[in-house]
């Protein structure tokens, strides 16, 4: 079920949030933002994994 | 309604659980909020995909039977598909706060629809030149 992803993304939305509080507290804020980008960029690998399993679906449903 | 996969009361439950998970996520990581609307759209549209079948090959029987030549359907199925499609990316840009994108988006869907549409539109016009005399 695809409703996984939504609580997937949450999850790591807040631990994203915790570590980058964590090293921004510790003075690393430029190894924060890296984590903060390699999350965003994980959650778009997934993301748009599904975006391209929809768009191949409407291509053989409509024939496109 | 049974032999769908969803009924629209979990559709609707499950998009005000979404709801509250992006209202969760603007507070945390205001970047990963769009992520959580875009993958619940696709994930609606996904459990569409049987409903749409399932009317898509009724429309297909009765042009069949009456005799309508596939001409005539695949390009109305094909507009029916780019529309789908391309809301949906006008809605994310939207939801992204990019107005303009979103426009430009539902420029490209009419244009190509109405690419697809001009051999119906020029059929119905011989269809009147014969028939005026």
Redesign the interface.
């Known amino acids: 079920m ?2 996984d ?3 997937k ?2 999850a ?3 631990l ?2 915790v570590i980058n509080q964590v090293l921004t507290k510790a003075d690393k804020s430029e190894i924060a933002t890296l984590v ?1 980008l390699s ?2 960029v994980i ?2 690998l ?2 748009v994994d ?2 391209s ?3 191949s ?3 053989a ?4 | 309604m049974s032999k769908y996969p969803l009924g629209i009361g979990t559709v609707a439950a499950l998009a005000i659980v979404a709801c509250i998970v992006i209202l969760l996520l603007k507070e945390a990581k205001p970047e990963l909020a769009p992520m959580v609307s875009v993958a619940f759209g696709v994930a609606v549209l996904l459990w569409l995909v049987t409903p749409i079948k399932d009317v898509i090959t009724t429309l297909i029987s009765i042009a069949n039977k009456t005799g309508i030549s596939n001409e005539l359907i695949d390009p109305m199925l094909k507009v029916a598909g780019i529309a789908l499609v391309a809301e949906f990316a006008a809605s994310v840009c939207n939801d992204c706060g990019q107005g303009s994108l979103a426009s430009r988006v539902e420029t490209a869907g009419k244009v190509v629809i109405l690419s697809i549409s001009i051999p119906i539109i020029m059929g119905l016009l011989d269809t009147v030149l014969s028939v005026v005399p």
Not at chain 1, 61 to 64: E, Q, T
């Open positions: 695809q409703i992803l939504i609580f993304i949450a790591i939305g807040i994203l949030a903060t999350g965003v959650v778009l997934m993301v599904l975006i399993q929809l768009f679906t409407v291509k449903l409509f024939g496109l």
